[in-house]
């Protein structure tokens, strides 16, 4: 057992899919796991582990923001001895050529948290997916013909943007930023520090600049797509 997880050693399995709301690992376990069963309880951060396609695969709620998700991703590393973990999350976009429903493989991770500044003492590291799991990501979307956009996001500290930074989101489009989400830096640069594989895939519920968003059946439909991208490369 760890702090915030109550499964013993040997009940989350090797690999961990990582939504940020719990409800979602729950539906993720229940209708597409075989023999589910509940780990964890604690703080309601629900998690699951089941067997896809004859592999044992875990699915753990992470919450929002990277100082929730670093509490979840280190536990899984140093008490459960997890090696591959893929963030499934939503994200919102500010580029002309990303729609929403689009489906995006995060390669790198930038932020505007300090919280790699203090863990680097002021220098800039560059979080990045690791390429076996991106490289199997992208192969598998082509072979099955579901489009995926692959690049840099934005991790940000901030869900609801403030008005006193004016047009930040600007910068980053200049940049071809593609997106914006909470938690692939943090994820990156834990599973670095102790040399595991990470990958963010991200499905694009909302145009910020646009004011466009997902409908509930958009939501369902391109979320299946995410998780079934995310399990078979398991």
Known sequence: MSIHNEARKGDIAPTVLLPGDPLRAKFIAENFLETPVCYNHIRGMLGYTGIYKGVKVSVQG????????????????EQY?????????????FQDHVQVKDLILAMGASTDSQM????????????????DLLNKAYNYA?????PVKVGNVLSSDFFYSEPLLGDAYEIWKAYNVLAVEMESSALYTIAARFGR???????VSDH??????????????????????????V
């Open 197 to 203: 594989n990470a990958l963010s895939i991200l499905t």
């Open 208 to 233: 910020i600049l646009k004011g466009e968003k997902a409908t509930q059946l958009d939501r369902q439909n391109s979320f299946t797509q995410m998780i079934d991208i995310a399990l078979n490369i």
């Open 116 to 131: 790699n500044k203090i863990r680097f003492k002021g220098l800039d590291y560059s979080p990045i997916a690791s390429f």
């Open 81 to 93: 001895d997890v090696q591959n973990l893929i963030r499934i999350g939503t994200c919102g976009t």
């Open 142 to 146: 082509i072979e099955q013909n579901i």
């Open 62 to 77: 992470t919450g929002m923001g990277m100082p929730s998700l670093a509490i979840y991703v280190q536990e899984l590393i």
